[in-house]
């Protein structure tokens, strides 16, 4: 085999580190299947491409560069690819440990099913949609039987936040686990429903795979995206 001189190998490696080639490295230990190429393979390339080559037709300079930023170009890919892989793993344990702080606080959802607090009282909000001159709230027990009507008066277009001490009208603690709630509002001199929105506390954090949307177990409201969460209460 024909040695190379020392300063003409420094010369190459120069070369080769510009353009993101690899040097290759020796090794003691028997080699697997290679997946990749690494400066050594494409060193064997190069060398059996102009050997090989036309010596009336040689390849031009311009086509020698082109091939060594083809080569740059796909190492810069790969190592691109490991970083990424490397970044979405983190990612990934990031996203467990954040919705895993989220368990045992209270979140605004949608939905019309209210557990009650430690005080035995429920909050929540009324989504509007435009603007009322009326609006009336009615909270009801499981069984349907209604406990409890709040005037919350004029409201613009948006959320109407509520609270409800678990108390009837004569001051006497209700005392139940799950109420329901509905909205009125006056619109165009009818009466009409709007939406609602209960607090209840987060129960369960599910691990989400890949891209696949944060999701939370909320008491009263079921599996929730975290996009819907509105408000956090601690």
Known sequence: MTSVSP????SLDTLLSKIGAKKATGSSTPAGPKTSLDQSDFLKLMTAQMSNQD?????SNTEMIAQMAQFSTVTGIQQLNT???NMQTEVAQNRIATSASFIGKSVLVPGATALADSTGGISGAVDLPSATPSLTLQIARANGELVKTIDLGSNPAGLVGFSWDGKDASGNVIG???YTVKA????GGAQ?????????PITEAPVSAGTDPQTFKVGGAGLINMADIKSFKF
């Open 7 to 10: 300063t003409a190998q420094q």
């Open 55 to 59: 010596p009336f037709q040689p390849q």
């Open 83 to 85: 970083t990424m892989t």
């Open 176 to 178: 139940d686990n799950t």
């Open 184 to 187: 009125l509002m006056m619109s």
């Open 192 to 200: 009409v429903a709007a939406a609602t929105d209960i607090y209840g």
